[in-house]
């Protein structure tokens, strides 16, 4: 070696390290698939767990007000978008005269797509209150109201689940007609 650090051939160690790092932060992307990515417009909803996973979520299947259902995105391929934990969704059913005014242009008949991550420490979104019509969080306790898009009722969480804007397929499936958003709003899909 030199003076400056540099072995034979002009590599020091500072290179070696940032090539390292490149291919690592590339090599990540690389290998990262449609079942990686996040829900997407186009996409259609399906069942995520339970005896009916992988069956199409109909209007029908959300029938009942305070119906809440965990879903997954997939793609026009047939891919399951359920590679992140961040694609987690959940929907809820509520009276449609109940939604928010910025919400309503988001939802289909009262069905209210949210994450599924709690904005918190990340855990995932499993209670719902059917009485007090709130999502919660079971970790540390946040509470969701997903009529007023995922506003945050009871923290530690100080913000509001995403939305994830949806649509009307055929036969009464749920498709997704935009990206997560937490500021739902005209024009944010």
């Not at 290998?31 to 829900?39: F, I, M, R, T, V």
Request: proline share 6%; charged share 25%.
């Amino acid at each position: 070696m030199d003076q400056r650090g540099k072995r034979a051939g002009g590599v020091d160690r500072r290179s070696v390290v940032a090539g390292a790092v490149a291919c690592c932060a590339t090599g990540r992307a690389a290998w990262a698939g449609p079942e990686d990515a996040l829900p997407q417009k186009g996409d259609r909803l399906v069942l995520g767990d339970g005896a009916q996973a992988g069956q199409a979520v109909t209007l029908a299947s959300l029938a009942e007000e305070g119906t809440l259902v965990e879903a997954v995105a997939v793609d026009p391929a047939g891919i399951k978008r359920d590679g992140s934990r961040f694609s987690k969704i959940i929907l809820v059913r509520v009276a449609p005269g109940d939604i928010a005014e910025e919400i309503r242009p988001h939802t289909v008949e009262g069905v209210v797509a949210l994450s599924g991550v709690c904005t918190h420490q990340g855990c995932t979104i499993s209670g719902w209150n059917h009485e007090d019509r709130k999502l919660s969080c079971f970790c540390h306790h946040s509470e969701f109201l997903p009529a007023e898009g995922g506003r945050v009722a009871k923290g530690p969480a100080r913000k509001r689940l995403p939305v994830l804007p949806l649509a009307r397929g055929e036969g009464g499936a749920l498709m997704v007609a935009g990206s997560f958003t937490s500021k739902p709003g005209p024009g944010t899909a």
